[in-house]
T-cell receptor, first 114, second 114 residues
Framework: QQQVKQSPQSLIVQKGGISIINCAYENTAFDYFPWYQQFPGKGPALLIAIRPDVSEKKEGRFTISFNKSAKQFSLHIMDSQPGDSATYFCAAKGGNTGFQKLVFGTGTRLLVSP | ETGVTQSPTHLIKTRGQQVTLRCSSQ?????VSWYQQALGQGPQFIFQYYREEENGRGNFPPRFSGLQFPNYSSELNVNALELDDSALYLC?????????????FGQGTRLTVV
């Protein structure tokens, strides 16, 4: 129940296209859903995050769509650029554990072709 | 304001040895978490330290232990190294505040066990 399932495993998108990455979770106690971007040799960096009281959040070219009833959320990258080529992780946090544990998906390797 | 820094960046150890990894948290951050990221996988939560006490632990054996110091820096110790311990070890620090505060990751320590 602590898992976050992420798809696809890899994605190739042409420059200017839309990249879409999907995640699903089981634990209804999760109440914070961040997306992280990771370049080779670097640690993950927060891109955008959402709480389940909203259905969509947009920051620049990045949008999170959240479907609470389906327990799914997705990242949309509009006008994808070669510099967006990286591995993207969805994550979830929350529950009554009393500490801030992030549960990560397995990652999506995005390649944006020029 | 400095970010999260980890040392060393790379390390090679022999099976059965012990290793200590270090993390300096971002200024003002009093919570430090450690994650293990195997190749091609998402980070897995090891444990978290808050005010020098371990206040949460993932599914890792007791040979994984840690410390947090009064300046909030932290160490991860792994005893009796196994080949499967080869991974990127990430430290993340968080500021005091609500459960929705962002976790800032360091660049990680790449540990190879041979």
């Amino acid at each position: 129940q602590q898992q976050v399932k992420q798809s696809p495993q890899s994605l190739i998108v042409q420059k200017g296209g839309i990249s879409i990455i999907n995640c699903a979770y089981e634990n209804t106690a999760f109440d914070y859903f961040p997306w992280y971007q990771q370049f080779p040799g670097k640690g993950p960096a927060l891109l955008i995050a959402i709480r389940p009281d909203v259905s969509e959040k947009k920051e620049g070219r990045f949008t999170i769509s959240f479907n609470k009833s389906a327990k799914q959320f997705s990242l949309h990258i509009m006008d994808s650029q070669p510099g967006d080529s990286a591995t993207y992780f969805c994550a979830a946090k929350g529950g009554n554990t009393g500490f801030q544990k992030l549960v990560f998906g397995t990652g999506t390797r995005l390649l944006v072709s020029p | 304001e400095t970010g999260v820094t980890q040392s060393p960046t790379h390390l090679i150890k022999t099976r059965g040895q012990q290793v200590t990894l270090r993390c300096s948290s971002q200024s003002g951050h009093n919570t430090v978490s450690w994650y293990q990221q195997a190749l091609g996988q998402g980070p897995q939560f090891i444990f978290q330290y808050y005010r020098e006490e371990e206040n949460g632990r993932g599914n890792f054996p007791p040979r994984f232990s840690g410390l947090q110091f009064p300046n909030y820096s932290s160490e991860l110790n792994v005893n009796a190294l196994e080949l499967d311990d080869s991974a990127l070890y990430l430290c993340a620090s968080s500021p005091p505040g609500s459960r929705y505060t962002e976790a800032f990751f360091g660049q990680g320590t790449r540990l190879t066990v041979v």
